[in-house]
């Protein structure tokens, strides 16, 4: 999922969500295992958005030297 989509801003207000209910219900193992998880989505969805920043700034790249 990348940023800016519903999709991405659905889940990341789901996470929130979670992580907000553990740590108002006390429950020290559930905040962590909910934030692990945050945290595990949020480096998959930067690492997808640095892909996309690559392949685009390669193919511009690229495009500039057939000029």
Known sequence: ?????DTWHG?????HEAI???VEARDPEAAEA????HVANSDQGI?????VIR???SRT???????
């Open 11 to 15: 889940r990341i207000s789901g996470e």
């Open 1 to 5: 999922l990348l940023p800016e989509s």
């Open 20 to 22: 907000f209910a553990a």
């Open 47 to 51: 690492r997808a958005v640095l892909e």
């Open 61 to 67: 790249a690229k495009s500039r030297k057939e000029e």
């Open 55 to 57: 392949r685009w700034s």
């Open 34 to 37: 909910t934030m692990d998880r």
